[in-house]
């Protein structure tokens, strides 16, 4: 019966975080079935902590070429994709981002007064046009429907349009507005090569190929754990259907004294001894690793989870000691110098533990701090690593 520590070391084996993998970037990417993007600087450590060798303008060259890009996917969520993912996984998110649309009751008012079909039509015509930012596609559509607030409207747009974020936002310590264009106005070869996803039969065999992917890169996990992940309901059927191409694996209940639960794996995906050690890893504020899952004791202890977790669900940065969350990060820059004098900037990235280390771990901590702060804060002149007892 698979308990926490041997789901933990399932989960990092196929995360990449038992050992980096000399795998590209792409590659990785596509395994992970993306990474969560909403701060275009997360997935770059996300990377660098998962891919051996892996640099900054390694992946700016990637979002600029438009082999990767961000959008909005899984839990509505901007997400870093290939091109190649993109069409299929916004498709699949598509009515749950319009679901969400319809639900908000502070939307209310504006949808009555939208004819939604119409601002698909006016949105995507303008954005194809040329990339525009929020505010100016706000600003259109409220030209069409000026009792509507254009944050609503340009909201209505982003839930019912595959809506790219595009460059020079994402990149590496390049700050710019956020500027959007459709999918197929960016990326027009990869969306004609997805095909029509708007026949039943077509959908469900998407819907089975992403499940299969989720497992590989997030198993063993529960129906529950997949609709966790991708945000959609209703997928026990999807999954029954996937049965024969997959094993049962029983799992310590939930509560004690419960059922065990049932979990669900692909026959060849690895699943490590529970007892092989794991290094220290930085990860980002946002990192699928602790969104991906609807029970998260696998990576996260309940206690920490709560103390940590802000209303609207967002974990500060962690650090995995022993394959857990038990330490946050900061880095923190100041500059100094005035005048004619030269300024210099220093970087300190300071360590904040949930609970006492042994000091085996503190020293292990500690040493991959060195190396983040660097990967962080690399034009910074100087670099500390602080220890916040």
Do not use: C, K
């Not at 990449?16 to 993998?21: K, M, N, S, V």
């Not at 969306?191 to 029509?196: E, H, L, Q, R, S």
Request: aromatic share 4%.
């Amino acid at each position: 019966m698979l308990d926490d520590r041997a789901l933990n070391r399932a989960l990092l084996a196929r995360q990449h975080l038992l050992a980096r993998t000399s795998d590209d970037v792409p590659t990785v990417v596509e395994h992970l079935v993306g990474l969560q993007a909403q701060n275009p600087w997360s997935p770059f450590l996300g990377l660098w902590s998962r891919v051996e060798g892996f640099t900054t303008g390694g992946l700016d060259a990637l979002l600029l070429d438009r082999a990767v890009l961000r959008i909005a996917a899984m839990r509505s969520t901007v997400h870093l994709v290939t091109a190649r993912d993109a069409p299929v996984l916004t498709a699949l998110a598509r009515p749950v981002m319009a679901g969400e649309l319809r639900a908000n009751p502070r939307r209310r008012a504006a949808l009555e007064v939208v004819d939604l079909d119409r601002l698909v039509e006016v949105a995507a015509a303008y954005v194809r046009a040329e990339p525009r930012v929020t505010t100016d596609l706000g600003a259109r559509l409220a030209q069409e429907w000026p009792t509507a607030h254009p944050q609503d409207l340009s909201a209505f747009a982003r839930a019912l349009l595959p809506l790219v974020q595009v460059t020079p936002r994402g990149l590496w310590q390049h700050p710019a507005a956020t500027t959007w264009t459709t999918l197929d106005a960016w990326v027009p070869g990869a969306v004609a090569a997805a095909g029509d996803l708007e026949a039943e039969a077509a959908r469900t065999r998407a819907l089975e190929g992403v499940v299969l992917r989720y497992l590989a890169a997030f198993g063993p996990a529960s129906v529950t754990d997949v609709q966790a992940w991708s945000g959609r309901t209703g997928l026990r059927a999807v999954v029954d259907g996937l049965r024969d191409r997959l094993v049962v694996l029983p799992a310590v209940p939930a509560r004690p004294g419960g059922r065990p639960r049932e979990l669900l794996d692909l026959p060849d995906a690895p699943r490590p001894d529970p007892d092989v050690p794991a290094p220290v890893r930085f990860l980002a504020d946002y990192d699928n690793l602790w969104l991906s899952h609807a029970q998260r004791t696998r990576v996260l202890d309940d206690a920490h989870r709560r103390a940590l977790q802000t209303p609207n669900g967002r974990l500060p940065a962690a650090v995995l000691v022993d394959g857990r969350v038990r330490a946050t990060w900061a880095v923190a820059r100041e500059r100094t110098g005035t005048g004619r004098g030269a300024r210099r900037t220093s970087a300190v990235l300071t360590v904040t533990p949930l609970e006492p280390l042994t000091a085996g771990e503190r020293r292990d901590v500690l040493a991959t701090a060195e190396q983040a702060v660097r990967f962080l804060a690399a034009e910074a002149d100087t670099h500390a690593v602080r220890y916040a007892d």
